[in-house]
């Protein structure tokens, strides 16, 4: 069972910047998918950002040109570079791992928010 251990949450100024990690427990040869996803208050989770495995990178059109997903394979770490943040991206941020299409990770949530 893989876990994922994520970091780098916190409070941000509008217009601020983070970067979140997501650490895998062990070694990532190939998957499906990798990623995050946000709950903002009272809302239902939803996809910020993945990389597939073929390498494609997939974003929601409210972080497009804000935020960037990347992949460290000699540390088994995902990244995801919060820019230009705004108050709506207050939210938790999980980490999901999709190893198979039948499989699937998430991470324990990380707060992140964007406050004056």
């Known amino acids: 069972q893989v876990q994922l251990v994520e970091s780098g949450g916190g409070l941000v100024q509008p217009g601020g910047s983070l970067r979140l990690s997501c650490a895998a427990s062990?070694?990532?040869?190939?998957?499906?998918?990798w990623g995050w996803y946000r709950q903002g208050p009272e809302k239902p989770r939803e996809l910020v950002a993945r990389?597939?495995?073929?390498?494609?990178?997939i974003f929601v059109d409210a972080v497009k040109g804000r935020f960037t997903i990347s992949r460290d394979t000699a540390t088994d770490t995902m990244y995801l570079a919060l820019e230009k943040l705004k108050p709506q991206d207050t939210a938790v941020y999980f980490c999901?791992?999709?190893?198979?299409?039948?499989?699937?990770?998430w991470g324990q949530g990380i707060q992140v928010t964007v406050a004056s």
């Open positions: 999901n791992f999709r190893p198979t299409s039948a499989m699937e990770y």
């Open positions: 062990e070694k990532i040869d190939t998957f499906v998918s």
């Open positions: 990389i597939t495995g073929d390498g494609t990178t």
